[in-house]
């Protein structure tokens, strides 16, 4: 394996372990593929060899394994998502189950005492209510575009080539977002070819359309966000009108002037063209309010279920002081709150707290308060004796996990049951070990969100030694 180009014959695919990646074992050394299943045969070209690995491509299939199936997208395997497609929906569900404990195990040196099974999704397409796609003037080009040899625009409205910033893959049809996601779209881009309106350059920093946000909700509504790189006031209200007129029942539309490096919302002010600045959605018997930069997990039926399971988990008796960290838009906290006495929501997003407490006052939830701040600086000895200490604390927090001095805060606290919720095992693991010196690790309950992906959701119990 010395030569970069190197082939290999006759590979057995062996398992398929993190970021979706399948793994062999050839003269000792591991060997990444991706987009392989376990079972397959395969001679490999080493794409890239370290010491002690190497990552190669696939260029001949002697056996196809038994839990392959034929990838539903033209677009698998090119644009980076859905990358499991290939292998039937039983097998991932085994693979994430595994990966949850593997996680525990080898990271966080610790196993539960109860592991129930993943808890499918019921939607295995269509499930995602919130897409994003880029404009760009450097389209990535297919193998078979290329062969093609006819003239193709050099602009494309779609989602970036995993690993490269600059370069965007035209998508024809994505089959994660319902409704009129895809109609919007192809309309869009094809109105602004028509007008041959410049896509946005990332490497150049120039163009004028830069991004399309598209949110959609179980009853119907629709959020649509453009991002423009420069203020072209009649261009903008040209495109704005007319997806007003094609598509009337939008419930919001929105646009961005951003002309800084990246194209984050956070920062920037958001310009109300047409209806209201919020969509709403309904979760079991609650409805939340979702404005254009509002975190909300983007699988709502899984949601539900995933809430559900956590306070299954909890084992709520009704005289609880509960914490919720990481509450976002107060989604966990205001469906905990027919269940406790009270529930504190900790976020360090003021826009998402803002709607936390519109969520609360439209769903007539009495006994729940939402704080802005960074939680390690909140949770101080003042704040615990003003608003009582937790019996339980729920904590969702980004994929990083929680920072330590979060993890000590709450080994100071040592509420009875904490519930982590993360979509990251492996800083989940992490986070419970650094936890284990006080807690136990009583269950885990993995949850299946993203459909086709490596991504899993788990559902850890920790209680108080």
Not at 251 to 273: A, E, R
Not at 274 to 282: A, F, L, N, S
Request: aromatic share 10%; net charge neutral.
């Amino acid at each position: 394996m010395k030569h970069k180009e190197e082939i290999i014959y006759e590979v057995p695919i062996d398992d398929l372990v993190a970021e979706g990646k399948c793994i062999s074992k050839v003269n000792g050394k591991i060997i990444f593929t991706e987009y392989t299943a376990p079972g397959d045969v395969v001679d490999i070209k080493i794409k890239k060899s370290k010491k002690n690995y190497s990552e190669a491509e696939v260029i001949y299939y002697h056996k196809y394994s038994e839990e392959r199936v034929h990838p539903f997208c033209s677009h698998f395997s090119i644009c980076g998502g859905c990358k499991l497609q290939h292998i039937n929906y039983a097998a991932q569900l085994k693979y994430k189950a595994r990966q949850v404990s593997d996680h525990l195990t080898r990271i966080g040196n610790v196993s539960a005492e109860k592991v129930y099974p993943i808890l499918p999704s019921e939607q295995i397409q269509y499930y995602r209510n919130k897409l994003e796609y880029t404009f760009s003037s450097r389209r990535w080009l297919t193998k078979e575009e290329i062969a093609s040899n006819e003239p193709i625009s050099k602009y494309a409205l779609g989602f970036h080539v995993p690993g490269m910033f600059d370069r965007v893959i035209d998508i024809k049809h994505c089959y994660l977002q319902p409704g009129i996601s895809n109609a919007l779209r192809n309309e869009i881009k094809e109105y602004t070819l028509q007008k041959g309106w410049e896509y946005f350059d990332a490497k150049t920093q120039k163009g004028f359309l830069r991004s399309l946000m598209i949110r959609t909700t179980e009853e119907g509504q629709t959020m649509v966000l453009l991002q423009f790189f420069e203020n072209r006031k009649k261009e903008i209200e040209e495109l704005l009108q007319h997806i007003k007129q094609t598509f009337p029942h939008i419930t919001s539309l929105l646009y961005v002037i951003n002309p800084k490096g990246n194209d984050t919302i956070y920062d920037q002010q958001v310009h109300l063209y047409y209806g209201k600045e919020y969509i709403t959605e309904r979760i079991a018997h609650l409805h939340f309010r979702i404005g254009p930069k509002s975190f909300f997990q983007t699988n709502t039926r899984q949601t539900a279920m995933l809430y559900k399971k956590a306070l299954e988990l909890a084992a709520l008796e009704g005289n609880e002081t509960l914490y919720d960290l990481y509450t976002g838009t107060g989604t966990i906290a205001l469906f905990a709150a027919g269940l406790v006495k009270k529930v504190i929501g900790i976020e360090y997003i003021s826009q998402s707290i803002e709607d936390a407490r519109k969520n609360a006052e439209a769903n007539h939830i009495c006994n729940a308060l939402f704080f802005t701040g960074d939680i390690k600086e909140v949770l101080t000895e003042n704040f615990l004796q003003e608003h009582g200490t937790p019996d339980v604390i729920i904590t969702d927090p980004p994929r990083a996990g929680m920072h330590t001095d979060v993890t000590q805060k709450l080994l100071d606290i040592a509420a009875e049951k904490i519930v982590y919720i993360s979509c990251n095992p492996a800083t989940q693991a992490r986070d419970i070990a650094l936890l284990s010196s006080k807690y136990k690790l009583s269950a885990i309950q993995p949850v299946d969100m993203f459909p086709h992906t490596h991504h899993v959701e788990n559902i850890a119990l920790l209680t108080l030694r």
